[in-house]
Structures are given as structure tokens and as C-alpha cells.
């Protein structure tokens, strides 16, 4: 993996760019490598000590990305021709590495933002980071764009059910989870049935665990064939007459029960 000199004695308290970058996940990278294609000034702040710390340290061993890889592509780089058309965990980080060496992307890492405001007489954003690196000072950052690149589902929830804190089995949440091999033979309900639920309950069943799944609403379910048709629709047709008709081709393959 890439090193990067981000020894913070070279980071003034207070800096300012044109653009503000807060999230080195794939997004962040990607904003970073095209605002570094048009010889835009940028500064990329990152909470934790890694980029992407998601597939880096919440993800399980056998994760893939859910869709075909000319769809996963990050923007001015494409995947080795080497890549399986479904890209595993490993060699999606080692795409992401060469893709911040290519791009010469300097995240400063462990900069967890704890305030922005937009000034509108100076017309710029002021956010305020603490570097925890450095016992939590805080520094500040000046820029005339602000860009959010923090995703959706960055930090965990687990919801309180009733009961849960008398049940003597194990509890995990899904970012903590790596591999079935510990479960065979157990009982284990996977609560949820979005792409990390329905992986996880696969992997468990791989693993020889008596493996449920609770659903709180009703769900379509897809094959990769269909969602790649899916994609293909939504070249020519709008969203909603796309996902009209992925709906329709979801019963008639597997029935509405």
C-alpha cells in the first residue's frame, strides 16, 4: 500500500485552497484525481488513518462489488483487463492504491471535521478540523468550494430491540463481521436484506450455518442477469419505466410472495 508523508508539521493551522474535500473513500478519490486533472488546487481531509477505510477495516473477506466493473469504475482510470468482471475486496483496494499513486492524492488523514460555515463576505467555506493525530488541535481550513464526500453509511447503527441486551448469543454488526468459518454449525439471523445482509447470509450458509433472514419490508429481488439489464434500460429509458419493468421481470422470475 501507498505512504504518504502527512507529518502535520508542514500543515499550517490555518490553510486555505480552492476546493475543500472532506471523505478519502472512493468518492473522495475521485473528486481529488479530476480536481487533480484540471490543475485545481484542492486540500482532501480524511477522519481516519487510511483512504477508504471502509473496504479497508469494516468489510468482510468475502466481499465483491455488486455490480459489473465498467459500471464500479472510479473516473480517468479503468480496472486491469486482468480484473473478474465481479471485483473482489483485494483487488478493488489495490485499484484504489494505484489510483491514488497515479493521481498523486496527499489525503491529510486522522482530520475529523467538527464545523463548517460559508462566510459570505469573503465568499469562502471555513471548516474547522480537529487533528487527532496531534492530541486534538484544531486547525482551519479556508476554500471557495466545499465538497462532502463523507457517504451514507460511514458509521454503524444498531437499532434497540427489545430483549437484545438479555440475549446470551453473540451480536455483531455487519461492519464487524469477516467470515462465516466461526459460525458453522450455529444458528445465526441476519437482520436486514440489503447487499451486505443477503452477502452475509450467503457466506454464513457457505459456511455450513443454519442461516435466517428477517425483512422488514417487502423486497425485489434481482439476479445479477437482471440487474444487468437494469443498467442497460436506463441508457434509453427513464428511471421509472426502468424500474417499472425490472419490477415486473422480478415477479415474473420469482413470483410476488
Known amino acids: 500500500m501507498a505512504q504518504y508523508n502527512n507529518s502535520p508539521e508542514w500543515i499550517p493551522s490555518k490553510s486555505e485552497s480552492t476546493v475543500i474535500v472532506v471523505g478519502a473513500g472512493p468518492s473522495g478519490l ?103 493525530a496531534e492530541g486534538g488541535h484544531e486547525e482551519e481550513y479556508l476554500g471557495r468550494f466545499l465538497v462532502v464526500a463523507t457517504g451514507e453509511t460511514s458509521d454503524p447503527f444498531c437499532p434497540a430491540i427489545e430483549g437484545l441486551s438479555s440475549f446470551p448469543g453473540k451480536v455483531i454488526h455487519s461492519t464487524r463481521y469477516k467470515s462465516g468459518k466461526e459460525f458453522e454449525d450455529k444458528s445465526v439471523l441476519v437482520l436486514g436484506a440489503g447487499n451486505s445482509g443477503w452477502e452475509i447470509a450467503l457466506d454464513l450458509a457457505n459456511h455450513g450455518a443454519k442461516t435466517s433472514i428477517v425483512v422488514r419490508s417487502p423486497v425485489h429481488i434481482l439476479s445479477r442477469g437482471t440487474v444487468n439489464v437494469g443498467l442497460f434500460l436506463l441508457k434509453y429509458l427513464p428511471l421509472s419505466i426502468a424500474d417499472a419493468l425490472m419490477v415486473l421481470l422480478s415477479k415474473i422470475t420469482y413470483g410476488d410472495r
Open 30 to 132: 475521485a473528486t481529488a484525481a479530476c480536481l487533480t486533472q484540471n490543475s485545481i488546487p484542492y486540500v482532501l481531509l480524511e477522519r481516519e488513518d487510511c483512504f477508504a477505510s471502509l473496504w479497508m477495516k469494516k468489510s468482510y473477506d468475502r466481499l465483491h462489488l455488486h455490480l459489473p466493473k465498467q459500471y464500479c469504475e472510479l473516473p480517468l482510470m479503468k480496472f486491469p483487463s486482468t480484473c473478474p468482471k465481479y471485483v473482489p475486496r483485494k483487488d478493488f483496494l489495490e485499484y484504489l492504491d494505484n489510483y491514488v499513486d497515479h493521481f498523486h492524492i496527499n489525503p491529510l488523514y486522522q482530520r475529523r471535521v467538527v464545523g463548517a460555515s460559508f462566510d459570505q463576505d469573503s465568499k469562502k467555506w471555513h471548516v474547522r478540523v480537529e487533528n487527532t
